[in-house]
């Protein structure tokens, strides 16, 4: 049986219809943001999709190193990037980003993640997850994809 939990805090569920979809509809939504942020090496269709009503942030925290942090801790490098596109935001689009919200308010939309044995990739939501660490949350509503578990014939 595949381990599922992911650092989860509890197996309550999210109140939000984001967790009413079908199964399958996992599979799309992973499929509408497919090349916008993943390595392109993962296809949707050959993953197992589940909903993380509460995914620990920290399971994210590595996926802003991008190898040379000069010696910062990966938390700060979510904060300084976050800052980034909050100047951005402020800057180019007069706030209407919406990005300051994501630090002071609980993020309803659940990101998409991959998560396999020594990599952890998000597929759409690095705002909402920065705002999370930002605001000092630690779990984040997630959709999971995983590889499916190999069977021995």
């Not at 040379?68 to 800052?83: L, S, V």
């Not at 993020?107 to 597929?123: C, D, H, K, S």
């Not at 949350?137 to 999971?144: L, N």
Request: charged share 30%.
């Amino acid at each position: 049986m595949q381990d599922t939990s992911f650092g989860t805090r509890s197996t309550t569920r999210h109140d939000d219809r984001a967790w009413d979809r079908p199964d399958r509809d996992l599979v799309t939504e992973a499929l509408a943001v497919l090349g916008d942020n993943d390595a392109g090496d993962l296809d949707p269709e050959d993953l197992t999709w589940c909903r993380v009503p509460d995914l620990d942030v920290s399971t994210l925290l590595e996926c802003m190193s991008d190898g040379d942090m000069h010696g910062r801790r990966p938390i700060e490098c979510w904060r300084d990037w976050f800052e980034g596109e909050l100047e951005i935001d402020r800057d180019e689009f007069d706030g209407g980003r919406g990005w300051a919200s994501l630090a002071t308010e609980k993020v309803r939309e659940p990101v998409i993640v991959t998560i396999e044995p020594g990599r952890v990739q998000i597929w759409d939501g690095w705002h909402r997850v920065g705002g999370t660490i930002v605001s000092g949350r630690t779990s984040i509503a997630a959709i999971v994809g995983t590889p499916r578990q190999q069977t021995n014939s």
